[in-house]
């Protein structure tokens, strides 16, 4: 079995590596992505809305150009261990779509990005490292433009003009303050209205509503959060290590930063968040943080203006959802 990676280099011409030492197992991620719905006497529901990506993962060794005569090497001659990094490296910091072929499996091509990757130099001039790949997707836009659905917004009729924005945000959202959302929603008919009762002389608000008009009420739905694929593996390794049980959407929720609190990753801690954080910091993912990973915690708090104490709590981690 072969593991090869093949892209263009800065000078845009197509290389490909053969990764020489092959990894003891290779992890594989695919999940199921669901819509939670809120339903009148059935209360939550989930129902299938499509799948999150693929994910691949494996922790091996660039070894030295001294060793190159060891017969389990793979790809021919061995090249220096930079030469395999530099290529990684350009691929990951330039966002390239790489191949990633891995011979006499089902996973023989595909087309992925490098999501992270994270090595050091040993004593004896190997490069231990570890590497995150993701399925790379195009997203196709249809430029022809669309009337906006009305699946997802409702219609309502005032019935006093002592209705305000505020009452009907309330009723529609349970929330008072979001208020601007059904105004912005409605601006050119509010807008029209006040205008002409200004000219008649009448002191009115900007957000006055009257009797009988008919608003457009957005849907309560928040807007859609950016997915963080450091989130999504921070979720994996949460409900791994059983701190909590979150779902596992790449979204920084309420729930997943509650249980990110119950996170202490310090001298002696073993786990699947271990293994985040060592990955975040750039020493060896074997979740069990020892004195290096320690290091690494600080010098990765240093950066980043954190209290340096070498423990990975909630502060240290949500910077490194970002």
């Known amino acids: 079995m072969d593991i090869k990676l093949s892209g263009v280099n800065k000078n845009n011409q197509n290389v490909t590596i053969t990764i020489p030492l092959l990894p003891e197992e290779i992890s594989y991620s695919s999940t199921a992505r669901f819509q939670e719905y809120e339903i009148l006497d059935l209360g939550e529901v989930k129902l299938p809305r499509g799948r999150n990506l693929n994910t691949y993962s494996w922790d091996a060794a660039f070894p030295s150009i001294n060793r190159e005569n060891l017969s389990f090497l793979h790809g021919g001659k061995l090249q220096k261990p930079e030469v395999y990094i530099n290529h990684i490296e350009y691929w990951k910091n330039n966002q390239k779509k790489v191949n990633l072929m891995i011979q006499s499996t089902a996973f023989n091509q595909r087309t992925v990005y490098i999501e992270e990757f994270s090595y050091r130099m040993t004593s004896i001039g190997d490069y231990q490292y ?104 921070l979720q994996k390794a949460i409900n791994k290590d059983k701190y909590a049980k979150v779902s596992e959407t790449g979204i920084l929720d309420s729930k997943t930063k509650v249980a990110m609190k119950k996170v202490l990753i310090k001298n002696g801690k073993r786990g699947e968040v271990v293994k985040f954080v060592q990955g975040k910091v750039g020493v060896t993912k074997d979740g069990i943080c020892g004195s290096k990973t320690v290091k690494g915690i600080k010098s990765y708090q240093r950066k980043h203006g954190l209290k340096v104490d070498g423990i990975a709590g909630y502060n240290t981690l949500m910077k490194m959802m970002k």
């Open 130 to 233: 570890s590497i995150s790949l993701v399925d790379a997707v195009d997203l196709i836009l249809n430029k022809q433009k669309k009337r906006a659905s009305s699946k997802n917004t409702k219609k309502y009729k005032v019935k006093s003009n002592k209705e305000t924005l505020r009452d009907i945000a309330k009723r529609f959202y349970g929330d008072g303050s979001k208020y601007n959302r059904i105004y912005n929603a409605n601006k050119s008919l509010i807008d029209k209205r006040n205008k002409a009762e200004k000219k008649k002389g009448r002191k009115v608000s900007k957000y006055k509503i009257y009797k009988g008009q008919v608003l457009t009420i957005p849907s309560a739905s928040k807007t859609t959060s950016k997915k963080n694929s450091s989130v999504l593996a």
